[in-house]
């Protein structure tokens, strides 16, 4: 009696340490929290019961922080399944750091960069509010992602692509309001076109927890609102299933262009929420001179750095990795001059492997492409994990020695700076020269 009696006394125990644990892991985990954003809008937790939301813990000075920030994760998934979309996931950013400020999420010194660029859901951080939040939950270090279901502890979500992100969304099933036939279209990066053209891609999502997508219709509407193209699309998309599609539309026309899914397998889509995109048709440069020179100026880690500019399927300029330095500190990169073709379409991409683009304390880095003509095509410095430029290559270049007469219609002369020479075309020095539009501009 006395040893079952002993048994009783430590079972009991133990579920005593099991129920205390459970309640502090709950007050670590804690469901409930009120807090301002940067911009004193107020949002209580509590509110979000019904939907998966994601608690990002990061702190404005963190480098895997702005990479997982700037890598657009967060921000297409909320733009697809936050309030604007499906309404089914909510997203907060919160700089755990207790000297947050207005000022250091807007980028200033000692900051990885602006928090708030192209960040649409709220950023709570300053006046302690996101060092408040963070009291909240018990993480390793920064960043940290805690992941709501409504009642209970949340768990902590790992950063990770896209789509495998979302499946570990996903396990939020009772926070999603599934219909049978539900079809919804992502859409999030705005697109580039050149002068011959550029045939959309869009993606759908079977939004239905319950049947296979197996077909669905897409329409496209010019900025007018004019529906000028229909495609019919067939396949077999299981549950959270999601597939690419290009329409079958040559768009040459710079605006804001609509898609939408409608009719997912034959049926009226009942929950139109998130069906319907803006595709923003942005004209790329055009008339770049063919000859291209590139300057970078590295950071610390210049093996974080690599840049290209290619059609697609050829690569016509490329650097980097480069050398890491032993200290905080920049490095100029040896020019690199290149020549693409005429009227080729192309596009100069810089990548930085680490997400911080070069900057702040590791070294002000930059860069900038000009053309033949002195012409900036892109410059910058801070730009997360990848910044890209579309642009078109036009005039061809000549060298003036080399031929005895050129014909030009009006019989001017214009120097770079678009002045008109007074002087025969012989009086010109010998050196390159472009022509376009019957001007001559001389280049170097």
Same mark, same amino acid.
Not at 25 to 30: F, H, L, P, R, V
Not at 66 to 91: A, I, K, N, Q, R
Not at 264 to 272: E, S
């Given at each position: 009696m006395k040893y079952e009696n002993k048994i009783f006394k430590i079972l009991c125990t133990l579920s005593f340490i099991t129920i205390l644990s459970i309640f502090l892991i709950n007050k670590c985990n804690a469901q409930t929290w009120t807090a301002s954003d940067m911009n004193g809008v107020s949002y209580d937790l509590s509110n979000y019961t019904n939907k998966a939301t994601l608690v990002d813990i990061s702190a404005h000075w963190c480098g895997p922080c702005w990479s997982w920030h700037t890598g657009g994760v967060m921000e297409e998934l909320y733009h697809d399944f936050g309030p604007d979309g499906t309404d089914e996931f909510m997203v907060f950013f919160i700089d755990g750091d207790a000297g947050s400020s207005v000022s250091l999420l807007n980028g200033a010194s000692g900051s990885q960069g602006n928090w708030t660029t192209g960040t649409p859901y709220p950023l709570i951080g300053p006046n302690s509010q996101g060092s408040s939040v963070a009291s909240n939950y018990t993480f390793p270090g920064y960043p940290t992602l805690f992941l709501h279901c409504g009642t209970g502890i949340a768990p902590e979500i790992q950063r990770n692509e896209k789509w495998t992100f979302w499946s570990e969304v996903l396990n939020c099933s009772p926070a999603f309001q599934w219909q049978n036939d539900d079809a919804t #279209?992502?859409?999030?990066?705005?697109?580039? %076109?050149?002068?011959?053209?550029?045939?959309?891609? &869009?993606? %759908?999502? *079977? +939004?239905? +927890?319950? &049947?296979?997508?197996?077909?669905?219709? %897409?329409? #496209?509407? /010019?900025?007018?609102? @004019? #529906?000028?193209? $229909?495609?019919? !699309?067939?396949? *077999?998309?299981?549950? +959270?299933?999601? $597939?690419? =599609?290009?329409?079958?539309? #040559?768009?040459?026309?710079?605006? @804001? !262009? $609509? +898609?939408? &899914?409608?009719?997912? *397998?034959? =049926?009226? /889509? $009942?929950?139109? *929420?998130? /069906?319907e995109e803006n595709i923003e048709v942005i004209a790329p440069l055009t008339n770049i001179h063919t000859e291209l020179t590139v300057n970078i100026v590295t950071d610390r880690y210049g093996s974080e750095t690599t840049w290209s500019i290619s059609d697609g399927s050829t690569t016509y300029m490329n650097g980097g990795p480069y050398n890491d330095l032993s200290a905080n500190g920049t490095t100029p990169q040896t020019p690199v001059v290149g020549s693409i073709p005429p009227n080729t379409c192309v596009t100069f991409m810089i990548e930085d492997s680490y997400g911080d683009g070069r900057c702040c304390s590791w070294g002000n880095g930059s860069y900038i492409v000009t053309d033949g003509l002195g012409n900036v095509v892109s410059q910058g410095g801070t730009f997360g994990s990848l910044e890209e430029i579309k642009f078109e290559t036009g005039s061809f270049t000549v060298d003036i020695g080399e031929v005895n007469y050129i014909e030009v219609e009006d019989n001017r002369i214009f120097d770079v700076l678009g002045r008109e020479w007074d002087c025969n075309f012989v009086d010109l020095p010998k050196g390159m020269y472009i022509i376009n539009n019957n001007k001559i501009f001389k280049t170097k």
């Amino acid at each position: 009696m006395k040893y079952e009696n002993k048994i009783f006394k430590i079972l009991c125990t133990l579920s005593f340490i099991t129920i205390l644990s459970i309640f502090l892991i709950n007050k670590c985990n804690a469901q409930t929290w009120t807090a301002s954003d940067m911009n004193g809008v107020s949002y209580d937790l509590s509110n979000y019961t019904n939907k998966a939301t994601l608690v990002d813990i990061s702190a404005h000075w963190c480098g895997p922080c702005w990479s997982w920030h700037t890598g657009g994760v967060m921000e297409e998934l909320y733009h697809d399944f936050g309030p604007d979309g499906t309404d089914e996931f909510m997203v907060f950013f919160i700089d755990g750091d207790a000297g947050s400020s207005v000022s250091l999420l807007n980028g200033a010194s000692g900051s990885q960069g602006n928090w708030t660029t192209g960040t649409p859901y709220p950023l709570i951080g300053p006046n302690s509010q996101g060092s408040s939040v963070a009291s909240n939950y018990t993480f390793p270090g920064y960043p940290t992602l805690f992941l709501h279901c409504g009642t209970g502890i949340a768990p902590e979500i790992q950063r990770n692509e896209k789509w495998t992100f979302w499946s570990e969304v996903l396990n939020c099933s009772p926070a999603f309001q599934w219909q049978n036939d539900d079809a919804t #279209l992502l859409l999030h990066k705005g697109m580039k %076109i050149c002068p011959l053209g550029n045939e959309p891609e &869009v993606e %759908i999502y *079977n +939004a239905s +927890a319950y &049947v296979n997508l197996t077909s669905a219709q %897409i329409e #496209l509407r /010019d900025p007018s609102g @004019t #529906l000028i193209h $229909t495609q019919q !699309w067939q396949g *077999n998309l299981v549950p +959270a299933g999601h $597939t690419m =599609v290009t329409l079958n539309y #040559l768009i040459t026309t710079p605006g @804001t !262009w $609509t +898609a939408k &899914v409608v009719l997912p *397998n034959g =049926v009226i /889509d $009942t929950r139109p *929420n998130g /069906d319907e995109e803006n595709i923003e048709v942005i004209a790329p440069l055009t008339n770049i001179h063919t000859e291209l020179t590139v300057n970078i100026v590295t950071d610390r880690y210049g093996s974080e750095t690599t840049w290209s500019i290619s059609d697609g399927s050829t690569t016509y300029m490329n650097g980097g990795p480069y050398n890491d330095l032993s200290a905080n500190g920049t490095t100029p990169q040896t020019p690199v001059v290149g020549s693409i073709p005429p009227n080729t379409c192309v596009t100069f991409m810089i990548e930085d492997s680490y997400g911080d683009g070069r900057c702040c304390s590791w070294g002000n880095g930059s860069y900038i492409v000009t053309d033949g003509l002195g012409n900036v095509v892109s410059q910058g410095g801070t730009f997360g994990s990848l910044e890209e430029i579309k642009f078109e290559t036009g005039s061809f270049t000549v060298d003036i020695g080399e031929v005895n007469y050129i014909e030009v219609e009006d019989n001017r002369i214009f120097d770079v700076l678009g002045r008109e020479w007074d002087c025969n075309f012989v009086d010109l020095p010998k050196g390159m020269y472009i022509i376009n539009n019957n001007k001559i501009f001389k280049t170097k």
